[in-house]
Every structure is written in structure tokens, then in C-alpha cells.
């Protein structure tokens, strides 16, 4: 199992070298004056070879990170069955971070929406950037996983801070 490992540790370094040299050689072929040119033009300035190559670079990303949560997952499922003495404690810890997102996503719809399509600043503006002079907005779902994300970030640090207050406080007690 531990030659299974180094194989795929391997492979996927290698292919992560062979496409991040792919995608600087692309990027140093780009002009040096593609960042005006992407301000003006918009995305359309950007040479083919370096979207492809980003491309590339971002869907292998997606498969790292896909396959690291398939080989965590499936490695805490193995020791779960091998060893359930903590199979409660875990169920516990899943629905807890379930609620979390849950109530992070639920609060996240309630927050300035317009409409149910886009967000609003504190002067009721529309929220968006700006593209070759052309004002763009974000889409909801964009919004929505953004601050599904930082509600989460939250919890997770006042719940990092508790712990921290906790233990403090215990290791008092204890000696």
C-alpha cells in the first residue's frame, strides 16, 4: 500500500510540474503590456495558449482537491470500520459542521439581496466591477458560496477561541 502511495504522489507531482512549466512558458510568450490590454479589451486580450494553460492548471487543481477529499474521506471510513470505538464522537463532529454551513448558508440568502439576483452596497448600489468600461455583477451563487464561506471562517475562529478559553481555563483547575 505504501509503493501505492509513492506511485501516486509521483504522478501527480510530476503532473503538476509539467503543467506549471507549461503555463509559465505560455505566460512568458504574453505581451508586456497584456495587463492594459486586458483593462481596455477586456478578457478577450489574453493570448489563447495562456487561457488554456490557466485552464489546464485550474482543472487539475479540481481533481487534487477532489481526489485529497476522496482519499480523506475514504481513509477516516477505513479506520472507522477497523476501529469504531470514536464512530459517535465523528457522527457528532459531521452533524455539528453540517448545522454550521447550514445556518452560515441560511443566514447568507437573508443579506441585502435585491430581488433574489444581486446584492446591494450600504448606499444601495449594485455591487459589481468593471471590464473594459463595462459594469459587470457577480452572479448570486458567487455571492452566496462567498458568504456561506466567511460566516463558516467565523464559527470556526470563535469556536478555535472557546477552545483555546477552555483549556486555558481547565488547565487552572487542574493543577
Known amino acids: 500500500m505504501k509503493n501505492l502511495h509513492k ?27 497584456m495587463v492594459d490590454r486586458i483593462a481596455e479589451e477586456g478578457l478577450s486580450a489574453v493570448p489563447d495558449g ?15 482537491l477532489i481526489f485529497a477529499i476522496a482519499g480523506a474521506l475514504f481513509a477516516a471510513v477505513l479506520n472507522k470500520v477497523q476501529n469504531p470505538t470514536g464512530l459517535v464522537k465523528s457522527l457528532i463532529s459531521v452533524v455539528v459542521i453540517v448545522v454550521v454551513i ?10 441585502g439581496w435585491a430581488d433574489g439576483k444581486f446584492l446591494l452596497d450600504a448606499g444601495g448600489e449594485q455591487l459589481g466591477y468593471e471590464v473594459a468600461g463595462k459594469k459587470e455583477s457577480f452572479k448570486a451563487w458567487q455571492y452566496l458560496i462567498s458568504d456561506t464561506s466567511v460566516l463558516v471562517t467565523y464559527v470556526a475562529i470563535a469556536g ?12 487552572l483547575f487542574k493543577s
Open 160 to 171: 478555535a477561541a472557546l477552545a483555546s478559553v477552555y483549556s486555558w481555563a481547565s488547565s
Open 50 to 64: 495562456l487561457k488554456s494553460a490557466v485552464s489546464y492548471n485550474l482543472y487539475w487543481g479540481y481533481f487534487l
Open 102 to 111: 447550514g445556518g452560515a448558508y441560511l443566514v447568507a440568502t437573508s443579506h
Open 7 to 33: 506511485i501516486i504522489l509521483i504522478v501527480c507531482s510530476a503532473v503538476t510540474v509539467l503543467l506549471l512549466a507549461y503555463a509559465i512558458m505560455e505566460g512568458s510568450k504574453a505581451p508586456d503590456d
